[in-house]
């Protein structure tokens, strides 16, 4: 088995800054892309940001320049480094993997439990 736990949610001011982790456990052989999506009450889930395992980053044109994504291969961890947050930011933040458990079968995708993050005033 799998599993993705999350950490560093919570709640801040407009401006402030918040590091999310995800560290995934169990039998892994290999971490191809991994990412971090988010969901605001009322709204599809959307992607924020995803790298390779070779350390390529896509972002959200929205989160540009304000949110860093980063992995640690020797830890089996994502990290989202969040910026001048705002209150469009608000939502459930879920971590993703593409994870190979066996070399005699293709990788699955595995979802985080989800982590609240709530930018207000």
Known sequence: QVQLVESGGGSVQPGGSL?????ASGNIRSINDMGWYRQAPGKQRESVATITSGGYTSYLDFVKDRFIISRDNAKNTVYLQMSTLKPEDTAVYYC???????????ARSYWGQGTQVTVSS
Do not use: D
Not at 19 to 23: M, N, T
Not at 96 to 106: D, G, K
């Open 19 to 23: 590091r999310l982790s995800c560290e």
């Open 96 to 106: 993703n993997a593409e994870i190979r458990s066996s070399r005699y079968l293709p």
